[in-house]
Structure formats: structure tokens, C-alpha cells
């Protein structure tokens, strides 16, 4: 049997006015009532959307996350590890392929003679630039992409290359000058404003030392790029000097006491090519003769010191007059002036006054 008291009768009597469409009272049992109400349908709304497949796996615990999560990682798993074996593979065959080409590149750079500062460093950059490269590899074997990765680097090679152009160009100056070798250690080159024997060879600069015991350091960009003159690149160098004789000098005799200076010289050498005296210029004060002697690299500076002093010594001696400056002055004896004969100053003042009075030609 149900009991109604105070609060039942309220309860119907709100439920009633809300069927009718009237408004219920606004005391604490119709809102009660309202709030009820309102929690029933929810639930009844929910039961019948409710996909029943959905509520089994909920129920049964088929549906979890879980689950899920596991799947996905064995999938994962079973498509990665075959792509791992594989990017190590790749490593492990790279960095042996590498090893063996750095000491290819070593070797070739020994066979060419390359400074040991050379060989290290291209070494060492030729194996950085492989590894970098296996590594890129095997990230895209694996699923990573170094598109961005590669993109970046450029970026930043770009950067520090505009930032260091100079040391770059005088590092590229330096590989060539070492693999191509236009000039050595000890040679003596001139370029430009610039001679001496070069005594070190660096990656950005080079060393030279003039005669003057000063210390020259030039880019290598420099001497890569201009012309330059080596005069001690071939075994044997020629040496030209000048030797000058006066105007009225029995040119034979002149060349026979050259000739004779030349054989007396042991540096000067007769094999491939012999030495040569003839006459260069007729000059102002003097008949210059121009001697053409071949000598060894080791006894230029020798051969330099020694040939001029003979031949003064050798001219002394055979009576040959060595030139100096001369000035000839001609002293003009004094004329007394000429005159004219009486008939040419006669038709001189005639021709005068005609042009005076205007009637003149």
C-alpha cells in the first residue's frame, strides 16, 4: 500500500500542473520534480542510441586502449625492425667503404708528392663528407626524412662560405698550388712586386724570403691566381749580361776577349746549348755586346758574381777601351757680318717706301 504524506501530495499535485501545461509552483518539491524528470529522459535518450556492439566490447573489455596501443605497436614493430637491420647494414658497409677510400685518397696524394699537411686534411674532410653522407642514408631507409635536415645544412654552408670567402678563396689557392706545384720549396719566383725563394707553403698563405732577410707572406689566393714567373723551375737557367766597348773598338778582338772571359768560367755550361756573344746596341757612348750563358740553378748567383769583375779584369788587360759618357763641344769661330750690295738695299728701301705710301705690291 502506498503511503501519501505531505510531500507525496505536493509531488502529485506539481505533477498534475505539469501535465495540464500550467506552471508549476516555484517551491522546492516542483523543482525537485523537474530535476528528475529531466535525469530520466537523458538516460532513456542515451539507452536508445546506444550502439549494442559498442556496449559488448565496453562490457566485455574487447575495446581498450590498451589493446589498441599494443596493436599498433606490433605493427610498427614488425614494419621498422626489417628497416633497421637494413639502415645498419648500410652503416656498417659505409664506414668500411670509406676507410677504403681515405687511404686511396692518402696513397694518390703520396704517389703526387702532396705536403703531409695537405694529405691530413683532405683526408680528414673527404671522410667527413662520406660518413655525413651514410648516415643521411640510412636516416631515409628508416623513415626519417633529411630533406629539412639536408636543406638546413646548405643553408648554413652558404652562410659560413659568404662569411669566410677570403680564407675560403686562399685554402683553395693553397690545394691547387700544392697539387699542381707551379713553384716548390727553395724555388725563386717573382710575382708582381714580389721576389725570393719560397721557404713554406701553407693552406691559406705562403712564405717566401727575398734577398733582404724580410719575411713575405703572400695569400695563396694570390699566387693562384696571377701570373708568376719561376726561374728556378728547369735544371739549367740562362744569365745575360752586358758588356759595353767604345766607339772605334776592333769589334773582333772585343769578341774574342769575351770569349775567352766565358771559357774561363767552370759554371758555364756547353751542353745543351752553347753560349753566345753578339751585338745587342749601338748606343749613345758605346758598342754593347750581350753575352748568353747557360749555367746550373745551384751556380747562378755564382756565375752573377763573377762574370762582370772578369770581364773588366780581362778588358784592363787586353787594351780594350770601356765606354763612358762623352759630350763633344764645337767652338764657332766669329764672322764679321755680311752686307748686302748697293743694288739689293736700293730695291729694299724702294720696296719699303712703296709700302709706306700704299703703292707696294
Given at each position: ?22 506552471t508549476p509552483p516555484a517551491d522546492e518539491f516542483s523543482q525537485q520534480l523537474q530535476a528528475s524528470d529531466s535525469i530520466t529522459r537523458a538516460m532513456t535518450d542515451s539507452l536508445k542510441n546506444m550502439n549494442l556492439d559498442d ?207 766565358i771559357r774561363s768560367e767552370k759554371e758555364v755550361a756547353w751542353e745543351p746549348k752553347a753560349p753566345k756573344v753578339a751585338v745587342s746596341n749601338l748606343g749613345d757612348s758605346s758598342v754593347d755586346f750581350s753575352l748568353w750563358l ?68
Amino acid at each position: 500500500m502506498l503511503l501519501l504524506d505531505e510531500t507525496s501530495n505536493a509531488l502529485l499535485a506539481a505533477a498534475a500542473a505539469q501535465t495540464d501545461g500550467t506552471t508549476p509552483p516555484a517551491d522546492e518539491f516542483s523543482q525537485q520534480l523537474q530535476a528528475s524528470d529531466s535525469i530520466t529522459r537523458a538516460m532513456t535518450d542515451s539507452l536508445k542510441n546506444m550502439n549494442l556492439d559498442d556496449l559488448k566490447a565496453v562490457v566485455t573489455g574487447e575495446n581498450t586502449i590498451i589493446k589498441d596501443g599494443l596493436r599498433s605497436l606490433t605493427q610498427m614493430t614488425v614494419s621498422f625492425v626489417p628497416k633497421l637491420l637494413i639502415a645498419i647494414l648500410i652503416l656498417w658497409v659505409g664506414m668500411k667503404l670509406a676507410r677504403m677510400l681515405k687511404k686511396v685518397i692518402v696513397k694518390g696524394l703520396d704517389r703526387r708528392g702532396a705536403e703531409a699537411s695537405l694529405k691530413t686534411f683532405l683526408a680528414s674532410l673527404v671522410d667527413l663528407l662520406l660518413k655525413a653522407m651514410i648516415i643521411i642514408m640510412a636516416m631515409d631507409v628508416i623513415g626519417i626524412k633529411a630533406t629539412s635536415f639536408i636543406a638546413l645544412l646548405g643553408a648554413m654552408g652558404l652562410a659560413v662560405g659568404m662569411a669566410l670567402q677570403g680564407t675560403l678563396q686562399n685554402f683553395a689557392g693553397g690545394v691547387i698550388i700544392l697539387l699542381m706545384k707551379p713553384f716548390k720549396v727553395d724555388d725563386y719566383i717573382e710575382c708582381g712586386n714580389y721576389k725570393g725563394y719560397i721557404k713554406e707553403i701553407r693552406i691559406f698563405h705562403t712564405i717566401m724570403r727575398p734577398f733582404n732577410g724580410r719575411t713575405i707572406i703572400i695569400p695563396n689566393s694570390e699566387l693562384a691566381t696571377k701570373s708568376l714567373i719561376n726561374h728556378t723551375k728547369e735544371p739549367l737557367i740562362r744569365l745575360d749580361v752586358v758588356a759595353s766597348v767604345a766607339y772605334g773598338t776592333d769589334i773582333k778582338k772585343a769578341r774574342e776577349v769575351l770569349m775567352e772571359v766565358i771559357r774561363s768560367e767552370k759554371e758555364v755550361a756547353w751542353e745543351p746549348k752553347a753560349p753566345k756573344v753578339a751585338v745587342s746596341n749601338l748606343g749613345d757612348s758605346s758598342v754593347d755586346f750581350s753575352l748568353w750563358l747557360w749555367t746550373r740553378v745551384e751556380a747562378y748567383w755564382t756565375l752573377w758574381e763573377h762574370i762582370r769583375e772578369d770581364i773588366y779584369i780581362a778588358f784592363n788587360n787586353a787594351g780594350v777601351e770601356i765606354p763612358f759618357p762623352q759630350v763633344t763641344v764645337h767652338n764657332a769661330t766669329e764672322h764679321e757680318p755680311r752686307r748686302m750690295d748697293p743694288r739689293a738695299e736700293a730695291e729694299a728701301a724702294a720696296a719699303v717706301e712703296g709700302e709706306r705710301i700704299g703703292t707696294g705690291a
